[in-house]
């Protein structure tokens, strides 16, 4: 199982040499497996040194022989994860180094820790003297393999969440804490990404949700002008692009109110009243529209009131002819 896990970590490695960053797709994630573009070692024993250009890179513990502590090595390294959308969630996230090679005493089993970098640098400008400051709590700790030629692995995932949403990505260092106090002090080496075949890489996999759109509130009614004698047909139009509409809510202005997509409803008085449609979608999010109605308290055609009218004048012009016939 180990063995085949070795191959695949190579065959990603050798296909990165002709890629910076690839990405595949599947089930709703993404995974990006993305190389550095910065990385080397600065050295407390050479504090002006630059090894921006050197196809290693060295940790190695302060403290040696008589309690020295002038021997520290520590590794740099960095990427550029702007590909990565702001609002992603991160499912994982490691940082892969390949342990190739050892110096002094055998450091396997040793304990190395990651510190997230909180500035910026570049591997060729800096050093010992130049380094960035780094976060006092380690984001993560790996155990230096058993032999040499194989992956070391840190679980970045919290700090590749947080590096995303802030658009801050200056890396982490990687340092030997484990006090060893005599000579011949452990030195692990890894190789950079200027190696090519065993460059170091970053692989991430997130989770984007997509957004959701708000539903667009929409409807009409029946007849156009009508009086306090109609009953007014609601037809609502509304649609949600993404979506479909799960509830409807009515206001008709004049205290009454519905719960059904398309309500009738008379007002029992003339006047202004502002009806209005809220709906919400399957997700929750909701859209109004609003409409201002103008209800007379009756119709302006002639009724049975204007015949009745009609009626009494005709009788009374008939009973003033005939008195004047009389005289």
């Not at 658009?167 to 990687?174: L, N, S």
Request: aromatic content about 12%; overall charge negative; hydrophobic content about 35%.
């Amino acid at each position: 199982m180990k063995k085949s896990s070795h191959i695949y970590r190579v065959f990603v490695v050798f296909i990165l040499s002709l890629v910076s960053v690839s990405t595949a797709t599947c089930a709703g994630t993404t995974t990006v497996v993305v190389k550095p573009v910065d990385d080397t070692m600065i050295k407390n024993d050479n504090p002006s040194a630059q090894s921006g250009y050197s196809m290693d890179m060295a940790v190695r513990n302060a403290f040696g022989a008589n309690g020295q502590n002038l021997n520290e090595i520590d590794s740099l390294i960095k990427f550029d994860l702007f590909s990565i959308p702001s609002s992603a969630v991160i499912l994982s996230a490691s940082l892969h180094l390949y342990y190739y090679n050892w110096s002094g005493t055998d450091p396997a089993g040793r304990n190395l820790s990651l510190y997230s970098i909180e500035n910026t640098w570049t591997e060729e400008f800096v050093n010992w003297k130049t380094q960035p400051s780094y976060a006092i709590i380690p984001s993560g700790n790996a155990f230096v393999p058993s032999s040499k030629g194989h992956w070391m692995t840190w679980d970045v995932s919290n700090d590749v969440q947080d590096l995303i949403q802030q658009r801050a990505f200056y890396g982490w260092k990687i340092a030997d804490e484990s006090s060893w106090k005599q000579s011949n002090i452990p030195m692990t080496y890894f190789r950079t990404k200027e190696y090519n075949d065993y460059s170091p890489f970053l692989e991430i996999t997130y989770l984007v949700a997509e957004e959701n759109t708000a539903p667009i509130a929409g409807f009409s009614f029946s007849p156009p002008e009508p009086t306090t004698e109609d009953n007014i047909q609601l037809a609502d139009s509304s649609y949600d692009p993404d979506g479909s509409i799960m509830e409807w809510r009515w206001n008709f202005g004049d205290g009454n109110s519905s719960t059904l997509q398309n309500p009738t409803h008379r007002y029992t008085q003339g006047g202004h009243f502002t009806i209005s449609l809220q709906v919400t979608d399957d997700d929750g999010l909701t859209s109004s529209m609003t409409s201002v109605l103008t209800v007379p308290v009756m119709k302006s055609t002639p009724g049975f009131e204007f015949f009745i009218l009609l009626c009494a004048l005709t009788i009374g012009l008939l009973f003033m002819i005939k008195r004047k016939k009389l005289r």
